[in-house]
Each structure stands twice: as C-alpha cells, then as structure tokens.
C-alpha cells in the first residue's frame, strides 16, 4: 500500500501564494505519474495538476494555468504544489493522488492512491 499526506493549506488573501507538500510513504516503488485535485463545497473534485516521474512532463487545468506549479522529489518521495496569485475561487480541499502508469492523466478515476486532503482558503 501507498501512504500519501498533504500539508502546507492554510488561510491566505486573494494575491497571496501557498505551496502544498505530499508525501508518500510505503510501497513508493509503485507510484509512478503523480497529480493534485482540489474539491470545492457542493462541487464535484476537479483536476488540477499532474506530474511524470520525472518531472518531465507536466499538465494543467486551464484554471489554473500560468499561477500554479507542480513539481516533485523523488528522492524524498515527495510532490509539490506551488499556487501563486491565488483567487477566492481557488477554495477548496487539495487532494494529492497518485497512479502506477507512466503516463499522465486528469481523471481522477485512473489514480490508485489518495491522501486525505488539506484545506486552502482564499479570502477576498
């Protein structure tokens, strides 16, 4: 089994930035592509970002496109999310998650592994 645990949300101002941290432990030998989703209160969860293994390729939401970066630590078995000109629209519960495939994707159905979720709040 995989272990993954989000950190790093909090209550920022519209403008500010906040970056998230996963990090996964246990059979980490099977993640492969890696992504971040985020679930807005009455909202079904949304793709964010994703990542390859190696950090090679990398996919957005259109949403956020040009404000957010991905990247990830193998060597710490760890992914991150770098959100900068945050928007009140940005709120919700970050989701890291990860799959075995090398290829990326942004269904969240075609991912294996799931962290609990870190809450990012984005004040007017």
């Known amino acids: 089994q995989v272990q993954l645990v989000e950190s790093g949300g909090g209550l920022v101002q519209a403008g500010g930035s906040l970056r998230l941290s996963c990090a996964a432990s246990g059979r980490t030998f099977s993640i492969n592509s890696m992504g971040w989703f985020r679930q807005a209160p009455g909202k079904e969860r949304e793709f964010v970002a994703t990542i390859s293994w190696s950090g090679g390729i990398t996919y957005y939401a259109d949403s956020v496109k040009g404000r957010f970066t991905i990247s990830r630590d193998n060597a710490k078995n760890t992914v991150y999310l770098q959100m900068n000109s945050l928007k009140p629209e940005d709120t919700a519960v970050y989701y890291c998650?990860?799959?075995?495939?090398?290829?990326?994707?942004?269904?969240?159905?075609?991912?294996?592994?799931w962290g609990q979720g870190t809450q990012v709040t984005v004040s007017s």
């Open positions: 998650a990860a799959r075995s495939f090398s290829r990326v994707s942004s269904v969240a159905g075609e991912y294996d592994y």
